[in-house]
């Protein structure tokens, strides 16, 4: 394991081939401002860049993942600062650009953005005291860090405008009933479960993790056909990877693939 910058809004860590980001704000349950986004934002490029590394983890406290964006911070911004700034998507959205897995590993609260940060990770790993809501209504505000648009997609819109306009929070249970979470697990094995799934995803081939996440994210955001196309050309794809005929070739011979991730 290797560490750095131990005094930050973040922590980091590797593991193996798996980077892993420990949001650090526990006096104010990890709630999510600028300097907390931009250090995320950065962990996450250099993670991404990093050749050694094949997944990415992001967790919190055994309290909080994040209990949300920070209120005290935005409690006095007008219009003009928020719009000129890019706020959310200045730093926020840097998770889009990610093209190798994240996982979220989620204990406590994940309120407000916290919840829709953890919307933002391809798999969300629940301790079974996590919680889920989006509660901005009730500071008249509206989930505005992608949480009116992945909610619905990840749990239908019945559920996704209950949440939305009651601020109705769900148990670990429910959210992993709904669909919000792809596993519950007891907290007590959150830390080791989460990093056992991603160091098991980081041990496949890089590009075809990256082409299946791709490809299933490509499923929200076009045509079942043109989705399809997608996958078809992404699988053709697969057939001038070194790995590809590697992990085939492993499997007949009955032996464990070699990827060199190429
Ligand atoms: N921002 C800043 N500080 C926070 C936040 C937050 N979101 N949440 C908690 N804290 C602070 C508290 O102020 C408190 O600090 P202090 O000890 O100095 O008073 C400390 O964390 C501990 O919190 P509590 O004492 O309240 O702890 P409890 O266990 O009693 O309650 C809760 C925990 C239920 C999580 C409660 O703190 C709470 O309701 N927090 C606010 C949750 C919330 O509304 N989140 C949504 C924020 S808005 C948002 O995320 C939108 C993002 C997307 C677009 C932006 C549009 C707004």
Same mark, same amino acid.
């Given at each position: 394991?290797?560490?750095?910058?131990?005094?930050?809004?973040?922590?980091?860590?590797?593991?193996?081939?798996?980077?892993?980001?420990?949001?650090?704000?526990?006096?104010?349950?990890?709630?999510?401002?600028?300097?907390?986004?931009?250090?995320?934002?950065?962990?996450?490029?250099?993670?991404?860049?990093?050749?050694?590394?094949?997944?990415?983890?992001?967790?919190?406290?055994?309290?909080?993942?994040?209990?949300?964006?920070?209120?005290?911070?935005?409690?006095?911004?007008?219009?003009?600062?928020?719009?000129?700034?890019?706020?959310?998507?200045?730093?926020?959205?840097?998770?889009?650009?990610?093209?190798?897995?994240?996982?979220?590993?989620?204990?406590?609260?994940?309120? +407000? #953005?916290?919840?829709? *940060?953890?919307? &933002?990770?391809?798999?969300?790993? /629940?301790? !079974?005291?996590?919680?889920? $809501?989006?509660?901005?209504?009730?500071?008249?505000?509206?989930?505005?860090? +992608? #949480?009116?648009?992945? *909610?619905?997609? &990840?749990?239908?819109?019945?559920? /996704?405008? !209950?949440?939305?306009?009651? $601020?109705?929070?769900?148990?670990?249970?429910?959210?992993?009933?709904?669909?919000?979470?792809?596993?519950?697990?007891?907290?007590?094995?959150?830390?080791?479960? /989460?990093?056992?799934?991603?160091?098991?995803?980081?041990?496949?081939?890089?590009?075809?993790?990256?082409?299946?996440?791709?490809?299933?994210?490509?499923?929200?955001?076009?045509?079942?056909?043109?989705?399809?196309?997608?996958?078809?050309?992404?699988?053709?794809?697969?057939?001038?990877?070194?790995?590809?005929?590697?992990?085939?070739?492993?499997?007949?011979?009955?032996?464990?693939?070699?990827?060199?991730?190429?």
């Amino acid at each position: 394991m290797s560490e750095s910058n131990a005094s930050s809004t973040i922590l980091t860590e590797t593991h193996g081939r798996v980077g892993l980001i420990r949001l650090n704000r526990p006096a104010q349950l990890n709630a999510l401002n600028d300097e907390l986004m931009d250090a995320l934002g950065a962990a996450l490029l250099s993670f991404d860049a990093n050749a050694e590394i094949g997944a990415i983890l992001i967790t919190g406290s055994d309290k909080a993942f994040a209990a949300g964006a920070d209120i005290p911070v935005m409690a006095d911004w007008s219009y003009m600062d928020v719009f000129q700034s890019g706020f959310i998507t200045r730093n926020w959205e840097i998770i889009r650009q990610v093209r190798k897995p994240v996982i979220a590993a989620v204990a406590g609260f994940a309120m +407000g #953005g916290g919840c829709e *940060l953890a919307l &933002a990770c391809d798999i969300i790993l /629940a301790g !079974d005291s996590a919680k889920f $809501a989006l509660p901005e209504i009730k500071l008249a505000m509206l989930p505005g860090a +992608g #949480g009116t648009q992945r *909610l619905p997609r &990840a749990v239908g819109k019945a559920k /996704a405008m !209950d949440m939305c306009l009651s $601020a109705r929070m769900l148990s670990a249970q429910e959210a992993d009933r709904y669909g919000l979470v792809s596993r519950v697990v007891p907290d007590t094995e959150l830390q080791a479960t /989460a990093l056992k799934l991603a160091t098991q995803i980081a041990g496949y081939s890089l590009p075809a993790l990256m082409a299946i996440k791709e490809s299933v994210n490509r499923a929200h955001e076009s045509s079942l056909s043109e989705g399809i196309l997608f996958e078809r050309r992404a699988l053709h794809a697969r057939f001038a990877s070194d790995d590809a005929h590697e992990g085939m070739h492993a499997f007949l011979d009955k032996r464990k693939p070699v990827f060199q991730h190429r």
